[in-house]
């Protein structure tokens, strides 16, 4: 069983910066692919930032040179530090971990099998 708890959202105004962070438990490290994905109302769920096993990286082009993924090993926790935040990267955020040894970055939401509960983020202009 994996579990992920993902907490660090909030409310910013645009130029801002947050930091998610998703404690992860119950897979053993360095297996798994792990991304962060987000969805906005009325909106399907979409890939924010990604890695995989190979330590391939893959961002949104929407986030590109603003959203860093990094994950602390030893803790077991997957961050993504958002800088310069934008009223349309509000949303619910989620992580998400896959079992599945042929996902890579970037692979999209159906590729994932084990999800966090989600964290809002909410960016004001």
Request: proline content about 3%; glycine content about 14%; some cysteine.
């Amino acid at each position: 069983e994996v579990r992920l708890v993902a907490f660090g959202g909030g409310s910013v105004q645009a130029g801002g910066s947050l930091r998610l962070s998703c404690a992860a438990s119950g897979y053993a490290d360095g297996t798994y692919s792990m991304g962060w994905f987000r969805q906005a109302p009325g909106k399907e769920r979409e890939g924010v930032a990604s890695f995989d096993s190979d330590g391939d990286m893959s961002y949104a082009d929407s986030v590109k040179g603003r959203f860093t993924i990094s994950k602390d090993h030893d803790k077991n926790i997957l961050y993504l530090k958002m800088n310069s935040l934008k009223p349309e990267d509000s949303g619910m955020y989620y992580c998400a971990a896959s079992t599945h040894d042929w996902v890579k970055a970037g692979s999209p939401p159906g590729s994932y099998n084990y999800w966090g509960q989600g964290t809002q983020v909410t960016v004001s202009s």
